[in-house]
């Protein structure tokens, strides 16, 4: 069967003296072996990577250890002003709303979701374990760096997609959505009130936003496999209706 190709932002890396553009290679594996789609990376070159749209039958805003700058949602603070990526924000944000423009499938993880949700006029918590009653939301050392840490009750699509109304998940951020985007509907939240899961209401296509890391052993859980098969098929079903044009 014909492979989807799925774009993946890059992110702008310092490495050995040069400026790279990167990512987890986990990201392209996970599409690889449950989506049914060749990933290439989209270099964080800002908006005129909207030109690559006419040759990608979906997005997957990826995850990222750097935070979106907080001028983007207009914060007056700065709590991370050396975790930034402002190259990568100008690339992913325009891309964002040109891809949910033209209906193309769009599967947001952790700084993808952050992304989402700043680009549709939200804010975002710059650290949420910092805020009164919510747990730590980061990553664990090592090997238990991806370990499952907490429960997510899921709701509407994600629910039905993931076939569970609870699941368990990894957890590797620590900023989080404060205010959401109008247009976004909450899908999945955890036992602090922390928003996990959105849905883009009335979307042309696909376009489900997680906090937490589907794509880490991505075969191994059920309902990670099961988002990622969703997403799969919805590219596949636009590459047709594109080709069939
Ligand atoms: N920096 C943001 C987003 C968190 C995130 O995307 N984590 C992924 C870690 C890097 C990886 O993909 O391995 C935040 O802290 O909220």
Redesign the pocket.
């Given at each position: 069967m014909t492979q989807s190709i799925i774009g993946i932002p890059a992110c702008t890396k310092f490495i050995a003296g040069y400026v790279q553009h990167a990512?987890?290679a986990?990201?392209g594996a996970s599409l690889i072996a449950a989506s049914n789609a060749i990933p290439i990376l989209i270099p964080p070159e800002g908006e005129q990577m909207r030109g690559l749209l006419d040759r990608l039958d979906g997005i997957m805003f990826?995850?990222?250890?750097?935070?979106?700058a907080p001028l983007r949602y207009g914060a007056d603070f700065d709590a991370t002003p050396d975790?930034h990526d402002p190259e990568r924000d100008a690339t992913t944000i325009p891309l964002i709303l040109a891809a949910l423009d033209r209906g193309i499938p769009v599967l947001c993880?952790?700084?993808?979701m952050?992304e989402l949700n700043v680009a549709l006029g939200g804010t975002?918590f710059q650290e949420?374990h910092l805020q009164p009653g919510r747990m730590d939301?980061?990553?664990g050392e090592g090997e238990h760096?991806f370990a499952v840490k907490h429960e997510v009750t899921l709701s509407g699509e994600l629910a039905r997609i993931s076939g569970a109304e609870t699941i368990q998940v990894n957890s590797?951020?620590?900023?989080?959505i404060d205010q959401l985007a109008a247009g976004l509907v909450v899908e999945g939240t955890a036992p602090d009130g922390t928003i996990e899961a959105v849905r883009v209401e009335g979307a042309k296509n696909f376009a489900i936003a997680v906090q937490w890391?589907p794509e880490w052993e991505v075969t191994h859980f059920p309902d990670r496999k099961r988002l990622f098969n969703a997403f799969g098929d919805a590219c596949a079903a636009y590459r047709q209706s594109r080709d069939s044009v």
């Amino acid at each position: 069967m014909t492979q989807s190709i799925i774009g993946i932002p890059a992110c702008t890396k310092f490495i050995a003296g040069y400026v790279q553009h990167a990512t987890p290679a986990r990201y392209g594996a996970s599409l690889i072996a449950a989506s049914n789609a060749i990933p290439i990376l989209i270099p964080p070159e800002g908006e005129q990577m909207r030109g690559l749209l006419d040759r990608l039958d979906g997005i997957m805003f990826n995850g990222s250890p750097s935070n979106v700058a907080p001028l983007r949602y207009g914060a007056d603070f700065d709590a991370t002003p050396d975790a930034h990526d402002p190259e990568r924000d100008a690339t992913t944000i325009p891309l964002i709303l040109a891809a949910l423009d033209r209906g193309i499938p769009v599967l947001c993880i952790c700084r993808g979701m952050q992304e989402l949700n700043v680009a549709l006029g939200g804010t975002l918590f710059q650290e949420v374990h910092l805020q009164p009653g919510r747990m730590d939301h980061r990553s664990g050392e090592g090997e238990h760096r991806f370990a499952v840490k907490h429960e997510v009750t899921l709701s509407g699509e994600l629910a039905r997609i993931s076939g569970a109304e609870t699941i368990q998940v990894n957890s590797l951020h620590g900023q989080a959505i404060d205010q959401l985007a109008a247009g976004l509907v909450v899908e999945g939240t955890a036992p602090d009130g922390t928003i996990e899961a959105v849905r883009v209401e009335g979307a042309k296509n696909f376009a489900i936003a997680v906090q937490w890391h589907p794509e880490w052993e991505v075969t191994h859980f059920p309902d990670r496999k099961r988002l990622f098969n969703a997403f799969g098929d919805a590219c596949a079903a636009y590459r047709q209706s594109r080709d069939s044009v």
